[in-house]
């Protein structure tokens, strides 16, 4: 099984969880929550994207990916709206600006996902290869 997808995620909210707790410490409690309220606006929504491509389907061919997948990036757009909506309406008070580096810092990681993968297959060639 590929754990890739569920190493992002987990490290997603790590990263969350450290700039949270580092703005906290530095800025106060409003900065820490936001911020982490930030990244769980982008953890949330990519788990159910992850979700949609991970959960077997009945029919195991390339048009039921594809419609899993336009399907989860429908639905991750959706909830990325909502709750960013959610947290603009009730959370007072709230840093924009924390909020938006919680969920740029955690979307960023994402990326690390394309090394994590490459990592991951230099290692099954090496071992296969040899």
């Not at 994207?49 to 757009?77: F, N, S, T």
């Not at 810092?105 to 490459?118: D, E, N, W, Y």
Request: aromatic fraction near 10%; glycine fraction near 10%; charge should be positive.
């Amino acid at each position: 099984m590929d754990l890739t997808i569920p190493r992002v995620l987990m490290w997603q909210f790590v990263v969350g969880v450290v700039l949270a707790a580092g703005l906290w410490g530095v800025f106060g409690s409003v900065a820490g929550y936001s911020a982490l309220l930030g990244s769980l606006v982008c953890v949330v929504p990519n788990a159910f994207l992850a979700l949609r491509l991970m959960v077997p389907r009945r029919d195991p061919g390339a048009p039921a990916l594809i419609r899993a997948a336009w399907i989860g990036e429908i639905g991750k757009l959706a909830l990325t709206v909502l709750f960013f909506t959610l947290v603009f309406t009730l959370v007072r008070p709230l840093s924009a600006a924390a909020l938006f580096a919680g969920f740029i810092a955690s979307q960023l990681v994402a990326f690390s996902g394309f090394l994590m993968r490459g990592e991951q297959e230099q290692k099954t060639s090496n071992t296969h290869g040899s």
